[in-house]
């Protein structure tokens, strides 16, 4: 049951390249990502996650929990009730989800636009056993991003946001987890948002 997991805790691309742009575009890229929501210091939230295991034991469960955004970079979810299997499960790091982390773990190979979508493709900037990640951004933030493995596997997040208090946040998560062995989606919901926001400029 360990892989449903380690897919879930990633949690919480076939578009053809237009242009190509040099790395300093691709920081452009990820920081304007972030404009929008540069004013919120943190944000705390609910979540609810219906899991569905498409191989066998085919179980349907879910999970929820509460998360925490702390700027710049501190994204992270607790479960609670977490079933038996899941056990050591209970925190799971969302960092990978936040743009402004990526430069410190990948290189881009390309950057494109297809409309207000900037499509960048990435690889490990230290060789592991991610074989390549493709990510979709748009003025609200990161839409799409997909892990390619060595062993085969993929993982691919799809992220619809919606604004709170004038910012964009994410609303609903789709995960759709395939590692060998198991194949895993996932649906996550957030709500009851609170924000902590800087005060307006004087």
């Known amino acids: 049951m360990g892989p449903v997991f380690r897919g879930a805790a990633v949690l919480i691309a076939s578009l053809a390249l237009l242009a190509e742009g040099p790395p300093d575009e691709a920081a452009r890229v990820f920081a304007m990502t972030g404009a929008r929501t540069s004013a919120v210091r943190s944000y705390t939230f609910d979540i609810h996650v219906d899991f569905a295991l498409r191989t066998f034991p085919y179980?349907?469960?879910?999970?929820?929990?509460?998360?925490?955004?702390?700027?710049?970079?501190?994204?992270?979810?607790?479960?609670?009730?977490?079933?038996?299997?899941?056990?050591?499960?209970?925190?799971?790091?969302?960092?990978?989800?936040?743009?402004?982390?990526?430069?410190?773990?990948?290189?881009?190979?390309?950057?494109?636009?297809?409309?207000?979508?900037s499509i960048v493709e990435m690889k490990d900037r230290i060789h592991g056993h991610v074989r390549g990640v493709h990510a979709e951004l748009d003025p609200d933030g990161l839409r799409q991003v997909q892990w390619s493995y060595d062993d085969g596997g993929v993982i691919t997040v799809n992220v619809n946001p919606v604004e709170v208090d004038g910012y964009p946040v994410p609303q609903t998560e789709d995960a759709d987890i395939q590692v060998p062995g198991y194949h895993v989606v996932a649906h996550a919901h957030f709500d009851s948002y609170k924000l902590t926001t800087d005060p307006p400029s004087p």
């Open 59 to 117: 179980l349907h469960f879910r999970l929820n929990g509460t998360g925490e955004y702390q700027r710049p970079d501190l994204y992270s979810v607790r479960f609670h009730d977490v079933p038996w299997f899941g056990k050591g499960f209970e925190n799971v790091k969302m960092d990978p989800l936040e743009p402004v982390t990526w430069p410190a773990t990948y290189d881009v190979v390309s950057l494109a636009q297809d409309g207000n979508r």
